[in-house]
T-cell receptor, first 116, second 113 residues
Framework: AQKVTQAQTEISVVEKEDVTLDCVYE???????LFWYKQPPSGELVFLIRRNSFDEQNEISGRYSWNFQKSTSSFNFTITASQVVDSAVYFCALSGLSGGYNKLIFGAGTRLAVHP | DTAVSQTPKYLVTQMGNDKSIKCEQN?????MYWYKQDSKKFLKIMFSYNNKELIINETVPNRFSPKSPDKAHLNLHINSLELGDSAVYFC????????????FGPGTRLTVL
């Protein structure tokens, strides 16, 4: 079975703090994809990053960075110097093949509140 | 400019009614999806269409009927609405049915009274 666990339900930080959102996944597929999406208070789902199972290089995009470790089945997301605009629910997702086709399996989400 | 759009954004209706949500994408993608987000923010796939063909149907009650008139459109019709259908429904699209990144619409908040 495929599963994504985001153990942190809510995180509260003060602006400029660094924060890491944890994501642990389970899959038996050898080829799979991992994603992070952001859902701000306005409600839309914004794509942040996609990683395939063969690429364990960490990625940095501005204040965002992602750490993918197959050995621990984790795909963690760090925001450096957090800002109030980072306040949102963040979802980690795994692409699981349903009958050969792609479907996203989401974690329960982590609500991040960044206070001024 | 909107990549994936949905109408309406909000839908309030009475139990037992029938309603439809429309989705359109201008990304040129060949695969579209419907996801449901419940009150606890949990997201789950409902359906997927590839080139107008249904490829994923995740044990959704048959009161829900998706229709894809062409690759750019995927509509969701719901019959005999129930209180438990209240949720946010997201449409998404991707290029490729195997591994394409899915881009989401703004969501439709359905409230059944």
């Amino acid at each position: 079975a495929q599963k994504v666990t985001q153990a942190q339900t809510e995180i509260s930080v003060v602006e400029k703090e660094d924060v890491t959102l944890d994501c642990v996944y389970e899959t038996r597929d050898t080829t799979y994809y991992l994603f992070w999406y952001k859902q701000p208070p306005s409600g839309e789902l914004v794509f942040l990053i996609r990683r395939n199972s063969f690429d364990e290089q960490n990625e940095i995009s501005g204040r965002y960075s992602w750490n993918f470790q197959k050995s621990t089945s984790s795909f963690n997301f760090t925001i450096t110097a957090s800002q109030v605009v980072d306040s949102a629910v963040y979802f980690c997702a795994l692409s699981g093949l349903s009958g050969g086709y792609n479907k996203l399996i989401f974690g329960a989400g982590t609500r991040l509140a960044v206070h001024p | 400019d909107t990549a994936v759009s949905q109408t309406p954004k909000y839908l309030v209706t009475q139990m037992g009614n029938d309603k439809s949500i429309k989705c359109e994408q201008n990304l040129g993608h060949d695969t579209m999806y419907w996801y449901k987000q419940d009150s606890k923010k949990f997201l789950k796939i409902m359906f997927s269409y590839n080139n107008k063909e249904l490829i994923i149907n995740e044990t959704v009650p048959n009161r829900f009927s998706p229709k894809s008139p062409d690759k750019a459109h995927l509509n969701l019709h719901i019959n005999s609405l129930e209180l438990g259908d209240s949720a946010v429904y997201f449409c998404a699209s991707s290029q490729g049915a195997q591994a394409g990144t899915q881009y989401f619409g703004p969501g439709t908040r359905l409230t059944v009274l």
